[in-house]
C-alpha cells in the first residue's frame, strides 16, 4: 500500500509563491505518476499537474507558466512549485501517486489528506 504525506500549503498575497510537497512511504514495488488536483468550493475537481516516472509532465491551461511539477524518484516525493499565485488559485490541493506492488500490477489511485492554499488579492 502507499502512503501521502503533504506539506507546504498555506496564505500567500497575490503574486507570491508556494512549493508543495508529496511524500509517498509503504510497501510497493514502484510508483508510476504522480501529480496534484485541486478542489476548490462548488467547483470540480481539476487535475492541476501530473507527471510521470520518466518526468513527463502534464498542465492545466490555467497554471502553464506559473507552476511547475518536479519529483524525486530516489525519495518518492513530488513537488508543485507554484508562482505567480492568483487569487483563484485558492482551493485545496490534493496529491496522488499510481503505484504498483509488482511488475504491471497496479495499486488503486492513492490521494495525500490535501492542503489548503490561499491567495489574498
Known sequence: QVQLVESG???VQAGGSL???CAASGRFFSINAMGWYRQ???KQRELVASIGSGGSTNYAD???GRFTISR???K???FLQMNSLKPEDTAVYL???DGNTAPY???PRTWGQGTQVTVSS
Open 9 to 11: 500549503g498555506g496564505l
Open 19 to 21: 512549493r508543495l510537497s
Open 40 to 42: 476548490a468550493p462548488e
Open 62 to 64: 490555467s497554471v502553464k
Open 72 to 74: 524525486d524518484n530516489a
Open 76 to 78: 518518492n516525493t513530488v
Open 95 to 97: 496529491c496522488y501517486a
Open 105 to 107: 500490477v497496479h495499486l
